[in-house]
């Protein structure tokens, strides 16, 4: 049977972790998905060998899937880290470290998305010194994406799990993107409208689509609660498909959940009882 929208996109950070991170695309295209994402691949290192970057290439490359989008260097995800970009110190300089190393990445590989985690506040340390310090390396990251012919993404996750990340709902995410292209003039930085962490904090998800498609570049999408595949919550993925599309929503919608056993066993499972829906393509 049809997937609940022809444009789903898988989560190689998150799915088929029980294969090395270089068999996963092929995992995913045996799966029968084209599409995938990926959070930095080297949380301790913001620009690895190029061998390595050169391998992972090859492994989505061989594989025939496309990579449509990719984090900037966020520090350890999962973990106790949400991003590097307002923290002052190392963590800031391995954030810019990484804006060419990814970018060029990107660039190689057609990836239209970066997404940029903001990072956590910190005790001693004025927030406002963070926003000041966030915004900077906000605008160096939409000016590196531009250069790769990319948009810049900007998440919000959800209080109860980051209780010290500051972007916790959709007004503010669009409202530092919106400041993000104001300083730059160049129009490409873009919300990243994860329906899961939406819907922990409580959200409306059909009011943040119906006020918010047209200013998101990228969606993602686990259930809720628990953060499982598709049909394991409350949340309704080819009603939300659909509500996006009407709304004028083209992109791509990324599984970005933690599976309950062998990835490719719930991706069966979603195949074999997702309802159609005929959506937009690409």
């Known amino acids: 049977m049809a997937l609940p929208d022809p444009r789903l996109a898988l989560n190689l950070s998150l799915l088929f972790t029980e294969l090395p991170l270089l068999e996963r695309p092929a995992a995913a295209a045996a799966a029968g998905f084209r599409a995938v994402e990926l959070w930095w691949p080297w949380p301790d290192?913001?620009?690895?060998?190029?061998?390595?970057?050169?391998?992972?290439?090859?492994?989505?490359?061989?594989?025939?899937?496309?990579?449509?989008?990719?984090n900037l260097y966020a520090g350890r995800l999962p973990g106790p880290d949400?991003?590097?970009?307002?923290?002052?110190?190392?963590?800031s300089a391995r954030f810019r470290a990484n804006l060419p190393v990814a970018a060029d990445f990107a660039a190689s590989m057609g990836c239209p998305a970066?997404?940029?985690?903001?990072?956590?506040?910190?005790?001693?340390?004025?927030?406002?010194?963070?926003?000041?310090?966030?915004?900077?390396?906000?605008?160096?990251?939409?000016?590196?994406?531009?250069?790769?012919?990319?948009?810049?993404?900007?998440?919000?996750?959800?209080?109860?799990?980051?209780?010290?990340?500051?972007?916790?709902?959709?007004?503010?995410?669009?409202?530092?993107a919106d400041r993000v292209n104001a300083a730059t003039g160049l129009g490409n930085t873009a919300?990243?409208?994860?329906?899961?962490?939406?819907?922990?904090?409580?959200?409306?998800?059909?009011?943040?689509?119906?006020?918010?498609?047209?200013?998101?570049?990228?969606v993602q999408f686990a259930d809720c609660p628990g953060r499982g595949a598709p049909g394991t919550g409350a949340l309704d993925l080819a009603a939300l498909a659909a509500?996006?599309?009407?709304?004028?929503?083209?992109?791509?919608?990324?599984?970005?959940?933690?599976?309950?056993?062998?990835?490719?066993?719930?991706?069966?499972?979603?195949?074999?009882?997702?309802?159609?829906?005929?959506?937009g393509t690409r």
Not at 82 to 90: D, E, F, Q, T, W
Not at 250 to 273: F, S, V
């Open 191 to 218: 919300f990243l409208m994860d329906l899961y962490h939406l819907a922990r904090g409580g959200a409306d998800l059909a009011g943040v689509i119906d006020r918010y498609a047209g200013a998101t570049g990228h």
């Open 114 to 176: 970066l997404n940029a985690l903001y990072g956590n506040r910190l005790p001693g340390v004025a927030p406002e010194d963070q926003d000041a310090l966030a915004l900077e390396n906000l605008v160096l990251a939409a000016r590196a994406a531009h250069r790769a012919g990319a948009r810049l993404l900007i998440e919000a996750l959800n209080s109860a799990e980051s209780p010290d990340y500051p972007l916790v709902t959709a007004d503010a995410a669009v409202a530092l």
């Open 45 to 70: 290192d913001p620009a690895p060998p190029p061998a390595e970057l050169d391998a992972l290439r090859a492994a989505l490359k061989e594989a025939g899937t496309e990579l449509v989008g990719l």
């Open 243 to 279: 509500r996006l599309r009407a709304a004028g929503y083209e992109g791509w919608i990324a599984l970005e959940y933690r599976p309950a056993g062998p990835a490719a066993d719930g991706l069966a499972r979603l195949r074999a009882t997702g309802p159609a829906h005929q959506g």
């Open 82 to 91: 949400r991003g590097a970009l307002s923290l002052p110190g190392p963590e």
